[in-house]
């Protein structure tokens, strides 16, 4: 699972996770620390010529879903994603990159209190999630993008924190990734098999629970044990 991200890089930042960004076609938000569901995040979508970055809301809700309470998706199961029809048309035709610089995660304990750790690659270094896109119809009729993160089973490196991980796209399959004219199941597959896991953690402070806190501090260690 991924309930909250960080993203405190630039979109310059991103020039050695993702190749042929176009930057002078893409939006830019203000970094933060603690990306929440509902919230804005950058995304990167397939252009023409060339992928540019995006502004859209975490938190998928099709058009064609005609229930209006209906909760938002914030993650798709990789293994069931092209199969579930939330997800099936999205990740054939409307694949994306989230810019990240770690993500959050709590580690149940015996006790009521939840462990928040912070999650990032092993360089320190931004990197991209695996997602899917689509838009809907908000309240003043116009069309609003959205997006989810794709997730799978934790490999070793984060199974002790929680048994879910988001998927990171390394740069040698994220053309692939944004290829629309990749639609079929089988292929689409064996990119999310080519992502890539193994990350680095340390424990931080509850100060991040709160998301409306959003400073350095959310990523700051905790040294109370």
């Known amino acids: 699972m991924c309930g909250r991200f960080d993203r405190h890089s630039s979109l310059g930042d991103f020039s050695n996770a993702i190749g042929n960004l176009n930057q002078a076609c893409s939006d830019e938000l203000p970094a933060s620390f603690n ?3 509902s919230q804005q995040a950058l995304v990167v979508r397939e252009s023409v010529g060339s992928p540019i970055a995006v502004a859209m ?3 998928l809700r099709p058009s064609w879903l005609k229930a209006s309470n209906a909760t938002p998706q914030i993650n798709a199961r990789s293994e069931t994603a092209c199969e579930k029809p939330m997800f099936r048309d999205a990740i054939r035709r409307h694949r994306c990159l ?11 304990s015996s006790s009521k209190f939840k462990q928040p750790y912070y999650i990032h690659g092993s360089s320190h270094t931004p990197f991209v999630l695996a997602g899917i896109w689509s838009t809907s119809k908000n309240l003043t009729g116009d069309e609003a993008p959205s997006f989810v ?3 799978t089973r934790s490999d070793e490196s984060v199974s002790h924190i929680h048994h879910r991980m988001p998927l990171r796209v390394e740069t040698d399959i994220q053309a692939a990734w944004l290829n629309p004219q990749i639609t079929e199941a ?26 409306k806190n959003s400073t350095r501090r959310c990523i700051s260690r905790d040294n109370t044990g």
């Open 35 to 37: 990306i929440a569901p």
């Open 57 to 59: 809301k975490w938190g």
């Open 98 to 108: 989230i810019l990240c610089d770690g993500y959050f995660e709590w580690q149940k």
């Open 149 to 151: 993160i794709l997730t």
């Open 186 to 211: 089988k292929d689409i597959q064996q990119l999310i098999s080519a992502c890539k896991g193994l990350w680095k953690s340390y424990p931080i402070g509850p100060y991040v629970n709160n998301p």
